[in-house]
């Protein structure tokens, strides 16, 4: 079975602060992608990134980054210089190969950044 | 528009009410998966289209849930004799074939009372 771990239910920050938002993952399969989601107080659920299991390249997209560690079954989150509207629910979710685009996700992190 | 649209945003039911929610993906998307997301929790899978084949229904919670896609576009989740546990956001998402990161509507959010 498959199962996405996100151990931080809140954080809080003050803006411009660099915050972690914590993933751990568990599955048995060798061919897997690894998710995050923003969630918006609107409900939405909203792409941002999308990894390979066989790609431990870390990304960096602006303000974001990724860091995905096999050894540790990780893909920690990074938003540096936070800001109000990085406020929002965040997911990390697992998907398989062998399941097409059915992921499991974590229970989220509520990231409230303050001015 | 360009996203996937549901409808309605909010419902509220008394319990044992069947109720039917709505889901237009985004066009040409092949894929189309409803979650079911209770308050402070992830998403958790229901069940799975491509196209109008039901792919995948092993996450639907007991025989009350039923959801169809008959001509492999809008999709229709229907619940009968709502119980208060089925209270939730059930989200529709949509995607290009296998693979593709999944696009999620605003989700109805269902309320039984």
Known sequence: AQKVTQAQTEISVVEK????????????????YLFWYKQPPSGELVFLIRRN????????SGRYSWNFQK????????????????????????????SGSRLTFGEGTQLTVNP | GAGVSQSPRYKVAKRGQDVALRCDPISGHVSLFWYQQALGQ????????QNEAQLDKSGLPSDRFF??????????LKIQRTQQEDSAVYLCASSLPRDSPLHFGNGTRLTVT
């Not at chain 1, 920690?76 to 109000?84: D, G, Y």
């Not at chain 2, 959801?67 to 229709?76: D, F, I, K, L, M």
């Open chain 2, 67 to 76: 959801a169809e896609r008959p001509e492999g576009s809008v999709s229709t």
């Open chain 1, 17 to 32: 602060e660099d915050v972690t938002l914590d993933c751990v993952y568990e599955t048995r399969d060798t061919t897997y």
């Open chain 1, 71 to 98: 050894s540790t079954s990780s893909f920690n989150f990074t938003i540096t210089a936070s800001q109000v509207v990085d406020s929002a629910v965040y997911f990390c979710a697992l998907g398989l190969k062998t």
């Open chain 2, 42 to 49: 992830g998403p958790e899978f229901l069940t799975y289209f």
């Open chain 1, 53 to 60: 299991s066989f790609d431990e390249q870390n990304e960096i």
